[in-house]
Nanobody, 114 residues
Framework: QVQLVESGGGLVQAGGSLRLSCAAS????????LGWYRQAPGKQRELVAA???????NYADSVKGRFTISRDNAKNTVYLQMNSLKPEDTAVYYC????????WGQGTQVTVSS
């Protein structure tokens, strides 16, 4: 089964940017929809962005206009460019299929200070 490794998180001030990467151990070409999820302390995991194999994207209202998801099937990698970050974006970010069915990776922590 494909394994996922997220990276790129960190501590950033409000208004800043980060680019997350999700590297898969196998081919992602056959997975039609991939997404980025996040889980803040005390909250349920939520889907924030998704992209189909054909490049169609969808975003949660809370991140629309600020986040951009992309995928490179040749590199088996999914990206999340996050701009204009807000303290409420603080969470552990994960990638997975949409709907999720792969084993969860360890995630990458994003902390936005005010």
């Amino acid at each position: 089964q494909v394994q996922l490794v997220e990276s790129g998180g960190g501590l950033v001030q409000a208004g800043g940017s980060l680019r997350l990467s999700c590297a898969a151990s196998g081919s992602i070409f056959s997975i039609n929809s991939l997404g980025w999820y996040r889980q803040a302390p005390g909250k349920q995991r939520e889907l924030v962005a998704a992209i189909t194999r054909g490049g169609i994207t969808n975003y949660a209202d809370s991140v629309k206009g600020r986040f951009t998801i992309s995928r490179d099937n040749a590199k088996n990698t999914v990206y999340l460019q996050m701009n204009s970050l807000k303290p409420e974006d603080t969470a552990v970010y994960y990638c997975n299929a949409v709907p999720y069915w792969l084993a969860w990776g360890q995630g990458t922590q994003v902390t936005v200070s005010s």
